[in-house]
């Protein structure tokens, strides 16, 4: 089956106490590519083996968190027909256009707000500025990378009241599958949902709690465990806020270290996890096994990782 | 001599060298009695009030400390140096996340520039 609809999670935007510690951050230590600035005094980078002009936007503000999520859809065609269905839905509120060029090398985006409270973007077009190794009998991987050197941004985790209504809108209107989930309670209450619109396990995830619009973190693809460990070298010698890890997930089984930036907006590195095909079923995790379900090597919650967001 | 930090919430007190944050000379030595989160100043989780001493404040989300809260004192351990010793009465809390007996997860949230005014 092809990929149709929504394509990728394109970009993320963060709002960082100071600009030049949040840039260094995300340059030195994540290892992504500054590639544009603009007259608001945003930021632009991208990872080494995207190959769209950006994928994470910075922003100095006075709170940390997550401005908005973007997501590239296939066309055209495709973002008319998803932008029809979202302002029919009572699932979107706060929608509206975003002018072509708001982001540097983009197209128009149309921006909306779903039921936990998150704003999310779609848009058609972003020039292809190219990966660092090119297209024509590329080399494996570039010379010069610095820090952690993901090869793309990959997804988010957002916490939010409407859980129902947010994966209803994703998978309703936005095509998305529920790659895992994580239930409670004897009626079983959905608490978690792992959404993909990809061959991922995840695309973007929500944990269900009572405040709006909260941010987890960002996370970012690595290729081995070796650079997961590598990356946990890097938090100790460049002196990171160390959230966890290095461990694994239960859910998604990815390989993972999380950490902070200089503003507390949590980032993970991670590798491995599996391949998602749409006639896979539904992974189901119970509450009595949430320990191993988040943190498979200590299998016990932590409540920093759980309670601490932007 | 070394800025003493005390906190009253526990009765206990411990150095700070001179230029580092509260919270972090708390970790150093291994001790408890402030919640650690970001350590950024971005999440509130360690938001204490000084209630004496000099200090100074490096940025701080407002979406945990307003401008208000600061000027009466409340700042974030991360973010707070001490210009000398210290008393600190701990705000922040780490919210008791999960709890499976209740069916699920119950955030209480990280403590919000109106939920700790007095």
Redesign the interface.
């Known amino acids: 089956m092809a990929m149709t609809g929504v394509l990728r999670p394109g970009h993320v935007a963060l709002r960082v106490?100071?600009l030049e510690q949040a840039v260094h951050h995300y340059t030195e230590v994540v290892g992504l590519s500054e590639v544009a600035r603009d007259a608001q005094g945003r930021v632009f980078l991208k990872a080494w083996d995207e190959a769209d002009h950006h994928s994470v936007v910075l922003r100095q503000a006075?709170?940390?968190?997550m401005d908005y999520m973007g997501w590239r859809v296939d066309s055209d065609a495709t973002l008319d027909r998803l932008v029809a269905e979202l302002e029919a839905s009572p699932l979107a509120t706060e929608t509206t256009w975003i002018a072509a060029g708001e982001h540097p090398h983009t197209g128009r985006r149309f921006r909306f707000t779903i039921p936990t409270g998150h704003s999310m973007e779609l848009y058609a077009h972003r020039d292809v500025t190219g990966c660092a190794t090119g297209y024509l009998n590329p080399e494996p991987w570039p010379d010069g990378l610095k820090g952690m050197a993901p090869s793309r941004f990959d997804h988010c985790l957002l916490?939010g009241d409407d859980l129902d209504g947010t994966v209803e809108l994703f998978t309703r209107i936005l095509g998305f599958n529920l790659a895992e989930q994580v239930v409670?309670?004897?009626?079983r209450?959905q608490?978690a949902a792992f959404l993909t619109c990809s061959n991922k396990a995840h695309d973007v995830a929500f944990?269900?709690?009572?405040?709006k619009n909260k941010f987890h973190h960002a996370s970012f693809l690595l290729g081995s465990w070796n650079e997961v460990l590598k990356a946990a070298d890097i938090i100790s010698k460049k002196k990171v806020?160390l959230?966890l890890g290095p461990t694994r997930h239960g859910i998604t089984r990815g390989e993972t270290i999380y950490f902070?930036?200089?503003?507390?907006?949590?980032n993970e590195v991670f590798a491995g996890g599996y391949i998602w095909y749409p006639d896979k079923p539904t992974i189901t995790w119970t509450?009595?096994q949430?320990g191993p379900a988040i943190f498979y090597h200590d299998r016990k919650?932590n409540?920093?990782f759980?309670?601490?967001?932007? | 001599m070394s800025i003493r930090i005390h906190i009253e919430n526990c009765d206990d007190s411990f150095p700070c060298p001179e230029g580092s944050n509260v919270l972090r000379a708390m970790e150093c030595l291994g001790r408890r009695g402030i919640p650690v989160g970001c350590r950024g100043g971005g999440c509130g989780v360690c938001k204490v009030r000084v209630l004496a001493g000099e200090y100074r404040n490096e940025t701080i989300s407002r979406a945990c400390v307003s401008v208000e809260e600061e000027a009466e004192g409340y700042s974030l351990a991360c973010k707070l140096i001490p210009e000398g010793d210290l008393r600190l009465r701990v705000i922040g809390k780490m919210a008791r996340s999960f709890d499976a007996t209740r069916g699920g997860f119950h955030f209480y949230g990280t403590p919000s520039a109106a939920s700790h005014r007095s």
């Open positions: 106490l100071d006075d709170e940390a968190g916490y409670a309670g004897p009626e209450l608490i944990i269900r709690q009572p405040m806020s959230d902070f930036d200089p503003s507390g907006n949590r509450d009595d949430l919650l409540e920093a759980l309670s601490v967001v932007t």
